[in-house]
Every structure is written in C-alpha cells, then in structure tokens.
C-alpha cells in the first residue's frame, strides 16, 4: 500500500510559477509509474503528467506542454511538477498519483494523495 502526500500548494499570479512536491511511503517507490492529475470545480478529474518508473520517460497533458516539468527522485522517494507560466486556467486541486503501469489514464492508478490547491489569480 502506497502512502501519498503533496504538498506545495497556494496562492500565485498568472505568469508565476510553483512546485508541487509529492512524498511517498509505504512501497518500493521505484516499482511506481507516477502521475499528477488536477481537478478545477466543477469539473473532471484531468490527466497532467506522468513519470517512468525510472524517471527516464514523461508524458503531458497538451494544455501544460512546456509549462509544466514533472520529475521524481527515487532515492528520495518524491515526485515533482514545477508549474511555470500559470494561467488562471491552471487553478485546480492537484493531485500526485501511483501506478505499475502508468499512462494518462485515471482508472490506471490505484493510489491517491489527498490534493493540494493551487490558484491562479489574473
């Protein structure tokens, strides 16, 4: 079982940046493909990125492509998203995510952190 905590949330201007950060526990971290996901109100739950189990491989959403970062340290047992050029689009909880498989898609990741808000003000 898979223990998941981000954190790194907040308030910032469109055209600033954040860092998520996302600690894991409880499992061989490495095994772990590694997703961020977001959900604005009112709306789904949404693919942004994703990591290889070695960290050798990334995946993004179209609406974050060169903006968003995602990045993991397996000897630490973290995930990152570094957030740049925020958009007030961009408001959402953002959510760090495990999965032995990986991918864009939500069904594929048994395993949830409880969210952490960013929000974009124009």
């Known amino acids: 079982q898979v223990q998941l905590v981000e954190t790194g949330g907040g308030l910032v201007q469109a055209g600033g940046s954040l860092r998520l950060s996302c600690a894991a526990s409880?499992?061989?971290?490495?095994?772990?493909?590694m997703g961020w996901f977001r959900q604005a109100p009112g709306k789904e739950r949404e693919f942004v990125a994703a990591?290889?189990?070695?960290?050798?491989?990334?995946d993004y959403a179209d609406s974050v492509k060169g903006r968003f970062t995602i990045s993991r340290d397996n000897a630490k047992n973290m995930v990152y998203l570094q957030m740049n050029s925020l958009k007030p689009v961009d408001t959402a909880v953002y959510y760090c995510?495990?999965?032995?498989?990986?991918?864009?898609?939500?069904?594929?990741?048994?395993?949830w952190g409880q969210g952490t808000q960013v929000t974009v003000s124009s």
């Open positions: 409880g499992g061989t971290f490495s095994s772990y493909a």
């Open positions: 990591v290889s189990r070695s960290g050798g491989s990334t």
């Open positions: 995510a495990a999965s032995l498989f990986g991918g864009p898609r939500l069904s594929m990741y048994p395993y």
